[in-house]
């Protein structure tokens, strides 16, 4: 059974920073394109960052120089550093993992991803 289960989401103030975690389970994780989503209230839920590699990262405008992504594949996890925190990066905070060929040329869409997690909050009060 493939899981993905996150965990580090709260609450902070502006200018604070967290630290969101995914493990993967019941997949060969090396092998996965692994991603960031959020969705805010009464918004789409959008991408993030995804990471295929250590050298391969990508991430939406609004969140480069803020947000690092990596993973570490011996621990089947992914992990979003979260610094400079606006309130508008409050939202439900997903990770996602996908294989596929288009997994890696589509990174950016969430139908390039296979599994997700359940979503953990992350609010950022002004």
């Known amino acids: 059974q493939v899981q993905l289960v996150e965990s580090g989401g709260g609450l902070v103030q502006a200018g604070g920073s967290l630290s969101l975690s995914c493990v993967l389970s019941g997949r060969a994780f090396s092998s996965h394109v692994m991603g960031w989503f959020r969705q805010a209230p009464g918004k789409e839920r959008e991408f993030v960052a995804a990471?295929?590699?250590?050298?391969?990262?990508y991430y939406k405008n609004s969140v480069k120089g803020r947000f690092t992504i990596s993973r570490d594949n011996a621990k089947n996890t992914v992990y979003l550093q979260m610094n400079v925190l606006r309130p508008e990066d409050t939202a439900v905070y997903y990770c996602?993992?996908?294989?596929?060929?288009?997994?890696?040329?589509?990174?950016?869409?969430?139908?390039?991803?296979?599994?997700w997690g359940q979503g953990t909050q992350v609010t950022v009060s002004s």
């Open positions: 990471v295929k590699s250590a050298e391969r990262t």
């Open positions: 996602a993992a996908g294989r596929r060929p288009d997994s890696y040329s589509y990174y950016y869409q969430e139908a390039a991803y296979d599994y």
